[in-house]
């Protein structure tokens, strides 16, 4: 057997239990995507006062990031129990479910 068989068979033998852990990763984000779409999450542009007033004091405001130039604005995130909100400035760019499969269940830790 040749050194190109050889590599080619491992090669095709290593993608083929690779393949499941990607399909696996896949169905996780579907799902997620899904809740999401099922949920009263702060909408984007939203500024923070809107967010404290129709979702409450969140449980953490993590410190800022970024500000140190225009193309790197300033970043805040706040905890709430079931889902984290992203701001650019003061206003919403994104919220994202609280959950195991976003990697974000401790958000704290890395502040």
Do not use: C
């Not at 090669?11 to 996780?28: T, Y």
């Not at 004091?57 to 500000?67: F, H, V, Y």
């Amino acid at each position: 057997m040749s050194k190109f068989s050889i590599s080619l068979s491992i090669a095709l033998l290593a993608a083929s239990f690779g393949a499941p852990v990607v399909a696996h990763a896949d169905s996780l984000l579907v799902n997620r995507v899904q809740q999401e779409k099922d949920m009263d999450l702060p909408g984007r542009g939203m500024s923070m006062a809107e967010v404290e007033k129709k979702y409450g004091a969140p449980q953490r405001k993590l410190s800022p990031r970024g500000g140190d130039s225009d193309k790197h604005p300033v970043i805040n995130r706040w905890d709430y129990a079931n889902f984290i909100v992203y701001f650019e400035k003061s206003h919403v760019i994104h919220a994202v479910l609280n959950t195991p499969a976003g990697n974000n269940t401790n958000p704290a830790s890395v502040n």
